[in-house]
Each structure stands twice: as structure tokens, then as C-alpha cells.
């Protein structure tokens, strides 16, 4: 194809329509506004503050925001869940699922955890739970509720052999 004048305008044309495709089909980049506001509501239900800090309290919900922004089918799992999770809500107790009392919170996980094993919605339970895990005992802040002060690795626990010390 010789690139004249007339297939030029074609390829801009094809071009902008496939961009105005990608926006009405609801492709985008970034978690969804549900996501966005359900997310932290559900990491402080599974990571709750007590002694130690909540998820968002060490900025969990922003650390696993940023992953989503980098892998698009995480993405697309997490929207799924946060999305059930604010439906969910919304028909059974008519409010927004980051405004529910912790105790309906809960009620509402506990019905996402049972959820059959290999269907999206325990994916995205057990994806979440695990990495909201991972990045909350990394960071040196959640170590204040479990009477340690450095990380056991590289070092290792040189008292292993000893049964552990409760406070009191």
C-alpha cells in the first residue's frame, strides 16, 4: 500500500476509532472508582487496627494499587471482587460497603471466603489476603504487636531452640 494523502486520513481515521472503541467498551487504565474506595475498607477488615496498625494505616491499599496499575488481569480480578463486595452491600444492607459497621464487614468477607475454591471471587479472597499479608509483615511498622524488632531473615532466629517469652 502506497502511503498517499487519502490512505493517510484512513489510517487516522482507523486510528481514532479504535481509540473511541477502547473508551466505550470501558477499557481503562487504572483500578475502577469502586475499587479505589471499596479496597481499603476490605484490607482493614482482613488487617483490622489494634495494637498493631490497620492495612491502611501502612498504606497496604496503596502498595497493592500500585501493582494492579502493572499486571491488568490482577486488575480486572480485583475490580471483579470490589465490585461484588459494594453490590453485595448494596442490595442486602442498602449502603456502601466502606461504610458498613465492622462487624457487618465482616459478615460480608466471611461469605466471600467460603466461596467455592477456583471461582474468581475466592481467587480474588486468597490473591488479596495473601499479598495484603506479605506487603503488611514487610513493612517494619506491623512488628510492634509481635514483640520483634528486626526481620528473622538473613539473621534467622538464634533462639529457636528456646520456648518464646509472653509479656504479661
Known amino acids: 500500500m502506497q502511503l498517499t494523502r487519502r490512505n493517510f486520513f484512513k489510517l487516522i481515521s482507523a486510528g481514532i476509532a479504535m481509540i473511541g ?3 466505550i467498551w470501558g477499557w481503562r487504565i487504572g483500578p475502577s472508582e469502586t475499587t479505589k474506595k471499596t479496597l481499603p475498607a476490605f484490607l482493614d477488615t482482613l488487617i483490622p487496627r489494634d495494637e498493631s496498625p490497620s492495612a491502611t494505616d501502612l498504606t497496604v491499599d496503596q502498595k497493592l494499587l500500585q501493582k494492579l496499575n502493572k499486571n491488568k488481569r490482577y486488575q480486572k480480578l480485583v ?4 465490585n461484588w463486595l459494594e453490590e453485595y452491600s448494596q442490595k442486602e444492607l442498602q449502603q456502601s460497603f466502606n461504610q458498613l459497621s465492622e462487624e457487618q464487614r465482616i459478615s460480608i468477607v466471611s461469605l466471600l471466603a467460603k466461596q467455592k475454591t477456583g471461582t474468581d471471587l475466592r481467587r480474588f479472597f486468597d490473591r488479596i489476603r495473601t499479598d ?4 503488611y509483615y514487610s513493612d517494619a511498622g506491623s ?3 509481635l514483640g520483634i524488632d528486626l526481620p528473622p531473615q538473613p539473621l534467622g532466629f538464634e533462639d529457636y531452640d528456646r520456648a518464646p517469652v509472653l509479656d504479661a
Do not use: K, L, R, S
Open 79 to 82: 475490580d471483579h471482587g470490589c
Open 132 to 135: 495484603a499479608f506479605q506487603f
Open 143 to 145: 512488628w510492634q504487636g
Open 21 to 23: 472503541v477502547y473508551w
